[in-house]
């Protein structure tokens, strides 16, 4: 009998968690619904890019997302982690930088002031800098498209993964989901940039394979775990797509191995991130993604003649996937420190005194900025 007298009161229970999960459902994760508000009221991307930030410099981050970012208009923060994050699924990588609920916190606060946080992890090439290799070669040579290069990496800009290997997705997708997981992300930047040892001749996986078909392969499968299996955006930077035998850029800002015949073998809703830096009265590779179908994010640096004619010049001939401009910020300081005293006028940054060749390589960056979002706000040219 009192069994049975205790049934309404669970039934009462169980349907108000019925309800609340239906609402749920509903409704949508709340961070879907945050990227469904931003997408409406913005209809132009203005993003900034950062590399490397560093965990006990966080609240410069925070300082330079709420005091002059957000006032700014910047409505995307590129933030380029790579192994500069604590991952715990492959411990062995010894990983140092950010933690989950660091990244968490970068999240929070830019959703809070209408920024959309995307992680960057440099997928396939930049795999060293200089005489140091990054950390998932380092640990797992095996993964190495050259492993013959002498340990310092001279003779070439930056090692690559293999891609060809079997083993290398099932460790970087890993790391991958992590990022989306502690920044609750909702797209992810590749990388693939400056790729330029690709289909080694003394690489018996990749020897005699067309760099194109390579180039493409790493792409989709990137594309299937972050697109079709998570659910994120993806983007990638644009150079390895294109021809340097037509467009007049060189080997840096296009490709003069064979990958950009990769174009026409991956996935159409990938954003590309086409960079170019100098001034130029003409960047047509702008409009060829387009044409191909792509979604296109022009980006620049240091030099704000640069911006201003390469976003004048995207504006000129854009359709609806022109989506608006990405302003690099390499050598602005891992958290920001040097694009925050170049924006303020304030070199003393978070205890810092920042002077000389950092304090000029600010100020580039920042008047860059200025006059690339004033170019972007403007009325278009004829």
């Known amino acids: 009998m009192n069994r049975i007298a205790k049934w309404p009161a669970r039934l009462v229970v169980i349907l108000a968690l019925l309800w609340g999960c239906t609402q749920r459902t509903m409704a949508g994760p709340p ?37 002059v970012l957000a006032p700014m208009g910047i409505n995307v923060l590129i933030l380029e982690v790579d192994y500069g994050f604590q991952y715990t699924s492959h411990p062995e990588l010894e990983c140092r930088g950010l933690d989950k609920d660091q990244a968490r916190e970068l999240t929070d606060l830019c959703h809070q002031h209408g920024i959309r946080l995307i992680p960057l992890f440099n997928c396939l090439g930049h795999q060293s800098w200089s005489a140091n290799t990054a950390a998932l070669l380092k640990k797992h040579p095996e993964f190495d498209e050259t492993p013959h290069v002498p340990q310092d990496n001279k003779g070439i800009y930056c090692r690559e993964w293999c891609p060809s290997h079997p083993d290398v997705n099932q460790i970087v997708f890993n790391l991958l989901d992590e990022l989306i997981g502690a920044f609750d992300a909702d797209a992810l930047h590749v990388g693939m940039d400056e790729v330029f040892l690709i289909g080694d001749e003394k690489c018996p996986r990749c020897k005699g394979k067309d760099v194109g078909e390579l180039f493409a392969k790493v792409v989709n499968e990137l594309h299937q775990h972050l697109v079709r299996e998570k659910d994120v955006e993806m983007l990638m930077w644009g150079d390895r797509l294109l021809d340097a035998a037509v467009f007049p850029y060189g080997k840096w800002e296009a490709s003069q191995t064979g990958s950009h015949r990769a174009i026409d073998r991956i996935a159409k809703d990938v954003i590309v991130c086409d960079w170019h830096y100098g001034r130029r009265d003409d960047y047509p590779s702008v409009r060829f993604f387009q044409q191909k179908g792509f979604r296109v994010l022009p980006s620049t640096w240091n030099n704000p003649e640069g911006a201003v004619a390469l976003i004048r010049n995207a504006r000129k001939d854009a359709t609806e996937r022109m989506l608006g401009a990405l302003f690099t910020g390499w ?4 958290n920001g420190e040097y694009l925050f005293a170049g924006l303020t006028g304030q070199e003393e940054v978070g205890g810092e005194k920042i002077t ?12 860059t900025l200025r006059a690339g979002i004033k170019e972007l706000t ?5």
């Open 331 to 334: 050598s602005a300081g891992g």
């Open 378 to 382: 403007a009325a278009p040219k004829n």
């Open 356 to 367: 000389g060749k950092r304090l000029e390589t600010g100020k580039q960056i920042a008047a």
């Open 31 to 67: 961070a879907k619904a945050w990227l469904e508000n931003w997408q409406k009221q913005n209809q132009t991307w203005r993003a900034l890019h950062l590399i490397g930030p560093q965990p006990q410099r966080l609240p410069l981050t925070k300082r330079l997302i709420t005091e």
